[in-house]
């Protein structure tokens, strides 16, 4: 029987449990509950949400092995100060199962757990080992990162990215004002491909950031004006992939021509994948749950150790 690390996020949107013994390993996930017409939850809410998903997630994963170690997301960012309630459902779920085990408990962050999971399911472990350059896009995250090795995980550095709303905010605002379901990016996604102008802005940039303020404004005039909702939802994602590639290249002409991740839930969208074919993507399943990251991480973690 080999042995496994397991581990523990608990997101803003996402309830999940994965394990890795080495060399591969299982998810699993679920999308928290939200109401239609809303664009999230409340952290208690989300806390509460999660504490209830936990079970269901763990009887879904189909894992089969001897538990060396436990870990879990603790925080959004390794950077003190960061903090969201909504981790603490699966750091306390973690904590308890290293205690009753008698296995080492270790604790990462949200986003480590991202790039960990986008560099592995890309087949490029060796990213963990040298200077990159990261993006985060998900639902409240747009950021650009210059990850350095530190021990078993990654720093992470923010030189960039939105300065209001993220890339996530944007598309569940674009698929609120067109009526698609909660998070929206898959369906804007499938919808932008019907889309036949193709039109898209360049939002204003400030070195390696930029704001998005201005796609959602244009965005909002489109549907005032009536122009087709397949046009509006390429739109919002083009010009977001814009911003990104125009970051991206001031980036690379500051720190060097380095190869670049890409992690987060927005990065599992076709249209960045199509316009970006010099890009390092996660498998799409592992761009939205990162605790196989946070696995991955508790398995070096423990074999570091000896």
Request: glycine share 10%.
């Amino acid at each position: 029987m080999s042995s496994i690390a397991v581990a523990f996020d608990t997101s803003n949107y996402t309830t999940s449990c994965a394990f890795f013994d080495g060399e591969g390993g299982a998810n699993s996930g679920r999308l928290l509950d939200v109401r239609p017409g809303e664009l999230g939850l409340r952290q208690s809410d989300a806390l509460f949400s999660h504490v209830r998903r936990l079970p269901e997630i763990v009887d879904a994963l189909p894992f089969d092995g001897q538990i060396a170690a436990v870990g879990a997301s603790e925080t959004p960012r390794e950077t003190e100060g960061s903090y969201m309630p909504c981790f603490l459902a699966g750091v306390a779920q973690a904590r308890a199962l290293s205690r009753f085990l008698k296995v080492p408990y270790f604790g990462f962050s949200h986003q480590q757990g991202h790039i960990a999971a986008a560099a592995w399911s890309a087949g490029h472990m060796e990213l963990l080992e040298t200077p990159h350059l990261a993006w985060h896009l998900s639902g409240g995250t747009t950021e650009l990162l210059l990850v350095r090795p530190e021990g078993v995980a990654v720093r992470c550095e923010i030189v960039g990215g939105t300065r209001d709303v993220s890339a996530g905010q944007l598309i569940d605002r674009t698929g609120q004002l067109l009526g698609l379901p909660f998070p929206a990016g898959r369906a804007l996604d499938k919808l932008s491909e019907e889309a036949a102008e193709r039109k898209s802005y360049l939002p204003k940039k400030d070195g390696c950031h930029f704001s998005l303020s201005g796609v959602e404004h244009k965005m909002k005039k489109m549907r005032e004006a009536g122009e087709p909702d397949a046009e509006i939802a390429y739109f919002s994602l083009c010009s977001v992939i814009r911003a990104v590639h125009q970051a991206t290249e001031e980036a690379k002409r500051r720190f060097g021509d380095l190869p670049v991740l890409y992690s987060g839930g927005v990065a599992s969208n076709s249209l960045l994948r199509e316009m970006t074919p010099d890009g390092i993507f996660a498998e799409p399943r592992y761009s939205t749950d990162n605790a196989m990251g946070t696995a991955i991480l508790t398995w070096r973690a423990v074999n570091a150790l000896g």
